[in-house]
């Protein structure tokens, strides 16, 4: 649970004591809505993530004479997340962390805000490399903060 998500818990604990000791219908319903965000930001990062295929591929545009990237080459991080369930995924954010010479240099994000029911999606970002060496992206993990971001 975030920050964000605690506060808003404390907020509901409070609205709920108040509106039981005052009465006041317009308390309940605040208290009400905001449970009901809560329970739907608890819900729907669940839904969001299962049973997806993510593939990642590091590609170097560099002259055909050198083995590897070098320092100022422009590399092109693409990353292709299929949802394999019936329903939409949403709001979801891949992190790679990238390595260079086994060296941690990075963390790389791309967010996919909606990929339909049984559908493919393919991002790609291109970023100038740091240094040369042997670059490798690993470490990837998908998570969802849809809709409110509370978890």
Do not use: C
């Not at 002259?63 to 939409?88: F, H, S």
């Amino acid at each position: 649970m975030t920050t964000r998500g605690i506060g808003l818990l404390v907020v509901g604990v409070i609205l709920f004591v108040l509106s039981d000791v005052t009465g006041a219908g317009w308390l309940y319903l605040a208290d009400a809505l905001l449970w009901a965000m809560l329970a739907f930001s608890a819900i729907v990062p669940l839904l969001s993530t299962g049973r997806l295929e993510v593939i990642q591929r590091l590609e170097a545009h560099k002259p055909r004479d050198r083995v590897g990237p070098t320092e100022g080459d422009e590399l092109l991080l693409a990353v292709q997340v299929r949802n394999r369930r019936p329903w939409p995924s949403l709001g979801l954010v891949v992190t790679s962390g990238l390595a260079v010479n086994d060296t941690p240099e990075r963390t790389l994000k791309v967010f996919t805000p909606y990929i339909g029911p049984r559908s493919t999606m393919a991002v790609a970002g291109g970023f100038i490399s740091p240094r040369r060496g042997l670059y490798v992206a690993g470490g990837l993990t998908v998570a969802s903060s849809a809709p409110f971001g509370l978890f």
